[in-house]
């Protein structure tokens, strides 16, 4: 998403790789040299976390790098894409895909000493499913038997737990799809699918405040709005931690992050600010990153709101032509940023050039034509929803001045003070037009971008938006028999979206980020998170 956001993820298929290119990182370390301390503490530049901890309820960038450094999934992927098995041993459909085995790895542990069964997953999936627990998440079960009944659309829980979700014994469970779906282990990978120990369901609101996980750290401190600890755990069983820990250090201004990361005050951050992108490599020479991630930039109408609940689609094609994306990216961005051309982000099964059309390139004349076509722009004014914590606000002004050069209508930047008022504004339907939306794989699959973000009524949906034929051809993919013949009709149905745009592509992202001269091996992974496990910290 992460919007949201979280990636983590192989023996049953491959997955296009995506290509990276670091200005720094790795080995090829220019800070200090000397000794490493094992038990040194990692920093790391994050902000505010929207909600508790809770793995279900997480669907932003600083909750989300918390939670994975503390819990440990069943699968991840590798850089080609692949599954590989963490907590699972292995994860084994039918014939159909409709019936997945899942097996443990036995031995594992909770942070708490609790072990790691099969009821530890089914047990924190059917509670995540009940409305009654509020789960943002919790519609990542909805390919499972019985959800519905647990999740109805209306109205409170007619069953307790999901008919498809089976305890075999200790280390084994079964899951059963309402329908076949060739990609689904890749699907395990996200936060929501995370196992929970039983004191998690005795007190969430409690446990979402000190979260006990399974993950190579535990838990230390939240100290809100300041500060995040977890220390490397030594029960942990997977590839151990090559530090002693990390502290997230929550900002409200990337300035301040870049500003202290020059000084060594903090060893990383997220992403450079707007004003240090002409800069950052040299201020920081070898320890720059600059690196491919799978993520996608768009501007999303407010669906739910009277100016766009029953726009006519020529109005939102002609926004997009109205974008100069190539322009800004020259400009704003310093060349750090690639153009958009359809909804679905670069590096992932399935991809498409071109999927948007002409509708993703610039065209001012015919930008005004159409939204003049289409009966024009409610109010003939729009604003931009961002959050101001973030380097959003140039560019934000940057499309604005586009559109309204090319078309006359009035465009301003709405600015919130952070990510956590951001994202609850959209969770509120309290969105006034249109919202800046940037979308991080939770899988390396074209339907992540798809039926996850634009599907009716799926939780990363905040612009409710909705469209039947979308919908049916995302069931139609969603049946195939293969993962190929899936990401093929998931493309079809990408193409379907230029009728009905349910967003407007901007950008596709790259990492642009460094690290300071007391650590060394940073490097951020296809999902654009920080592989916090790998970083080595100097001894001082």
Known sequence: MR?????????????????????GGGDSDSGKSGKVDPK??????????????????????????????LFTGLVHYDKQGNI???????????????????????????????????????????????????????????????????????????AKAMEGLKVVDDNTFTITLNNGIPYYAYKLVYAPFYPLPSEALKDPKKYGEAPVGNGPY?????????????????????????????????????????????????DSMPIVPNSETANFKQDFGDRAIEQDFS???????????????????KVLQGLSMAIDRETIAKTVFYGTRESATGWVAKGVKGYQKDACGEYCKFDAKKAK???????????????????ADQP?????????????????????????TDFAADTEIRDQKKVKSIYRSGWVLDYPFNGNFLADLYGTGVDGNKGGFSDKKFDELTKKADAAKTIEESAKLYGEAE??????????????????????????????????????????????
């Open 495 to 540: 193409k379907s979206l230029q009728n009905s745009f349910p967003g407007i592509p901007l950008w596709y992202n790259k990492t642009l980020s460094a690290y300071s001269n007391n650590v060394k091996g940073m490097e951020f992974d296809q999902a654009g998170d920080p592989v916090l496990t790998e970083v080595e910290v100097f001894e001082k």
């Open 218 to 266: 535990k838990f230390s401190k939240w100290d809100h709005k300041k500060l995040i600890s977890v220390r490397a755990w030594d029960g942990y069983k997977g590839d151990k931690p090559k530090n002693g820990g990390v502290d997230f250090k929550a900002y409200t201004k990337d300035t301040a992050a870049y500003a202290d990361l020059k000084s060594d005050n903090v």
């Open 369 to 387: 034509s159409l939204i003049k076509e289409g009966g024009g722009v409610p109010g003939n004014k729009i604003s931009i929803q961002y959050n």
């Open 3 to 23: 919007g949201a956001k979280s990636a983590k993820w192989v023996a049953i298929a491959g997955v296009v790789a995506l290509t990276a290119t670091a200005c």
């Open 40 to 69: 040194g503490i990692v920093s790391y530049a994050n902000g505010e976390p929207q909600n508790a901890l809770q793995p279900s309820n997480t669907m932003e960038a600083y909750g989300s790098v918390v939670i994975d450094s």
């Open 84 to 158: 590989t098995y963490e907590n699972a041993e292995s994860v084994t459909p039918d014939k159909d895909s409709k019936v997945w085995t899942v097996k443990l790895k036995p031995g594992w542990k909770f942070h708490n000493g609790e072990a790691v069964t099969a009821k530890s997953y089914v047990d924190a999936w059917n509670w995540a499913a009940n409305p009654a627990n509020g789960q943002q998440n919790s519609a990542w079960y909805r390919d499972i038997v019985g959800y519905d009944k647990v999740h109805p659309e209306k109205g409170d829980a007619k």
């Open 295 to 313: 993520a996608i930039n768009t501007i999303n109408p407010a669906f739910y709101t009277k100016q766009w609940k029953d726009i006519d689609v």
């Open 392 to 416: 959003h606000k140039d560019w934000v002004v940057a499309v604005c001045n586009s559109i309204t050069k090319s078309t006359g209508v009035k465009c301003v930047g709405d600015a919130v």
